[in-house]
Protein backbone atom coordinates (compact mmCIF):
# COMPACT_ATOMS: atom_id res chain seq x y z
CA UNK A 1 0.00 0.00 0.00
CA UNK A 2 1.16 3.75 -0.54
CA UNK A 3 1.73 6.29 1.56
CA UNK A 4 0.73 8.95 -0.51
CA UNK A 5 -1.45 11.39 0.74
CA UNK A 6 -4.69 12.28 -0.70
CA UNK A 7 -4.09 15.30 -2.27
CA UNK A 8 -1.03 13.74 -3.81
CA UNK A 9 -3.20 10.69 -5.02
CA UNK A 10 -5.82 13.57 -6.45
CA UNK A 11 -3.08 15.45 -7.99
CA UNK A 12 -1.90 12.42 -9.87
CA UNK A 13 -5.06 11.57 -11.09
CA UNK A 14 -5.73 15.27 -12.21
CA UNK A 15 -1.99 15.38 -13.58
CA UNK A 16 -2.79 11.95 -15.57
CA UNK A 17 -5.57 13.19 -17.02
CA UNK A 18 -4.97 16.84 -17.95
CA UNK A 19 -7.85 17.64 -16.11
CA UNK A 20 -7.92 21.30 -14.08
CA UNK A 21 -9.73 21.74 -11.08
CA UNK A 22 -11.03 24.71 -8.83
CA UNK A 23 -12.33 25.09 -5.73
CA UNK A 24 -15.32 27.36 -3.57
CA UNK A 25 -15.21 27.02 -0.08
CA UNK A 26 -16.86 28.74 2.77
CA UNK A 27 -16.69 26.18 6.54
CA UNK A 28 -13.04 25.27 5.36
CA UNK A 29 -11.45 28.40 4.50
CA UNK A 30 -9.13 27.08 1.89
CA UNK A 31 -7.92 24.67 3.42
CA UNK A 32 -8.98 22.25 0.68
CA UNK A 33 -7.01 24.44 -2.11
CA UNK A 34 -4.02 24.89 0.79
CA UNK A 35 -3.50 20.89 0.66
CA UNK A 36 -4.14 20.63 -2.85
CA UNK A 37 -1.22 23.33 -3.60
CA UNK A 38 1.12 21.79 -0.95
CA UNK A 39 1.82 19.17 -3.34
CA UNK A 40 4.87 20.07 -6.08
CA UNK A 41 4.10 20.88 -9.51
CA UNK A 42 0.13 21.51 -8.64
CA UNK A 43 -0.27 24.22 -10.77
CA UNK A 44 -0.40 22.24 -13.41
CA UNK A 45 -4.20 21.22 -12.49
CA UNK A 46 -5.30 23.91 -10.03
CA UNK A 47 -6.58 26.72 -11.87
CA UNK A 48 -7.85 28.88 -8.71
CA UNK A 49 -10.16 28.79 -5.58
CA UNK A 50 -13.05 31.35 -3.94
CA UNK A 51 -13.09 32.00 -0.80
CA UNK A 52 -17.13 32.24 -0.07
CA UNK A 53 -17.86 32.99 3.46
CA UNK A 54 -20.28 35.58 2.86
CA UNK A 55 -23.58 35.25 1.05
CA UNK A 56 -22.55 37.78 -1.45
CA UNK A 57 -19.31 36.61 -2.20
CA UNK A 58 -21.61 33.48 -3.39
CA UNK A 59 -23.51 35.19 -5.27
CA UNK A 60 -21.13 37.58 -6.43
CA UNK A 61 -18.60 35.76 -7.12
CA UNK A 62 -19.62 32.11 -7.88
CA UNK A 63 -23.23 32.80 -9.19
CA UNK A 64 -24.97 30.87 -6.22
CA UNK A 65 -28.72 32.12 -6.64
CA UNK A 66 -30.25 34.21 -3.72
CA UNK A 67 -33.45 32.76 -4.23
CA UNK A 68 -31.34 29.53 -3.32
CA UNK A 69 -30.02 31.16 -0.42
CA UNK A 70 -33.77 32.60 0.42
CA UNK A 71 -34.98 29.19 -0.41
CA UNK A 72 -32.83 26.50 1.17
CA UNK A 73 -29.99 28.79 3.42
CA UNK A 74 -25.96 28.45 2.48
CA UNK A 75 -25.66 25.28 4.27
CA UNK A 76 -28.02 23.19 1.92
CA UNK A 77 -27.15 20.74 -0.75
CA UNK A 78 -28.71 23.40 -3.57
CA UNK A 79 -25.90 25.92 -2.61
CA UNK A 80 -23.43 23.49 -2.60
CA UNK A 81 -23.90 22.42 -5.90
CA UNK A 82 -24.43 25.96 -7.63
CA UNK A 83 -20.87 26.87 -5.93
CA UNK A 84 -19.47 23.76 -7.40
CA UNK A 85 -20.82 24.11 -11.07
CA UNK A 86 -20.16 27.94 -10.33
CA UNK A 87 -16.62 27.83 -9.79
CA UNK A 88 -16.53 25.36 -12.56
CA UNK A 89 -17.79 27.54 -14.98
CA UNK A 90 -16.37 31.15 -13.80
CA UNK A 91 -12.54 30.01 -13.53
CA UNK A 92 -12.71 27.46 -16.40
CA UNK A 93 -12.11 24.12 -15.12
CA UNK A 94 -12.59 20.78 -15.84
CA UNK A 95 -14.05 20.05 -12.43
CA UNK A 96 -15.47 22.39 -9.11
CA UNK A 97 -15.77 21.39 -5.91
CA UNK A 98 -17.91 22.95 -3.38
CA UNK A 99 -17.98 22.82 0.21
CA UNK A 100 -20.67 24.55 2.76
CA UNK A 101 -21.26 23.91 6.26
CA UNK A 102 -21.25 24.66 9.93
CA UNK A 103 -17.93 24.02 11.64
CA UNK A 104 -18.99 25.35 14.60
CA UNK A 105 -18.89 25.39 17.66
CA UNK A 106 -21.73 27.74 17.59
CA UNK A 107 -24.18 28.20 14.76
CA UNK A 108 -26.38 25.31 14.32
CA UNK A 109 -29.64 24.09 15.12
CA UNK A 110 -31.68 21.06 15.63
CA UNK A 111 -32.20 21.14 11.51
CA UNK A 112 -28.79 22.18 10.68
CA UNK A 113 -26.49 20.73 13.25
CA UNK A 114 -22.73 21.83 13.81
CA UNK A 115 -20.68 19.43 12.00
CA UNK A 116 -23.16 19.55 8.93
CA UNK A 117 -21.37 20.05 6.02
CA UNK A 118 -22.19 19.13 2.27
CA UNK A 119 -19.82 18.59 -0.28
CA UNK A 120 -20.24 19.32 -4.01
CA UNK A 121 -18.27 17.88 -7.12
CA UNK A 122 -19.08 18.83 -10.81
CA UNK A 123 -17.44 17.81 -13.92
CA UNK A 124 -18.43 16.51 -17.70
CA UNK A 125 -20.34 13.70 -15.70
CA UNK A 126 -22.53 15.56 -13.72
CA UNK A 127 -23.11 16.53 -10.72
CA UNK A 128 -22.88 15.16 -7.08
CA UNK A 129 -23.77 16.67 -3.86
CA UNK A 130 -22.89 14.66 -0.22
CA UNK A 131 -24.51 15.27 3.17
CA UNK A 132 -22.01 14.80 6.26
CA UNK A 133 -22.40 15.58 9.61
CA UNK A 134 -18.97 15.01 11.05
CA UNK A 135 -18.13 15.72 14.96
CA UNK A 136 -15.39 17.23 16.88
CA UNK A 137 -13.91 20.56 17.61
CA UNK A 138 -13.85 23.33 14.75
CA UNK A 139 -10.47 22.58 13.41
CA UNK A 140 -11.46 18.50 13.53
CA UNK A 141 -14.28 19.40 11.32
CA UNK A 142 -12.68 21.25 8.50
CA UNK A 143 -10.13 18.53 8.52
CA UNK A 144 -12.42 15.82 8.22
CA UNK A 145 -14.73 17.69 5.51
CA UNK A 146 -11.46 18.38 3.13
CA UNK A 147 -10.51 14.59 3.19
CA UNK A 148 -13.77 13.80 2.37
CA UNK A 149 -13.70 16.10 -0.30
CA UNK A 150 -10.56 14.87 -1.80
CA UNK A 151 -12.07 11.13 -1.52
CA UNK A 152 -14.98 12.16 -3.40
CA UNK A 153 -12.69 13.39 -6.27
CA UNK A 154 -10.91 10.59 -6.39
CA UNK A 155 -14.60 8.40 -6.39
CA UNK A 156 -15.67 11.16 -8.78
CA UNK A 157 -12.96 10.42 -11.23
CA UNK A 158 -12.86 6.62 -10.95
Known sequence: MNNELLEEKVGTVLKNRSLTLACA??????LLTSRLTDVAGSSAYIKGAVVSYSNEVKMSHL???????????????????EMSEGVRSRI????GVGITGIAGPGGGSAEKPVGLVYISV?????????????????????HQ??????NM????LG
Open 153 to 156: LLEY
Open 25 to 30: ESCTGG
Open 63 to 81: GVKEETLASYGAVSKETAR
Open 122 to 142: AGARGTVVKRNVFAGTRTQIK
Open 145 to 150: AVDTAL
Open 92 to 95: GADL
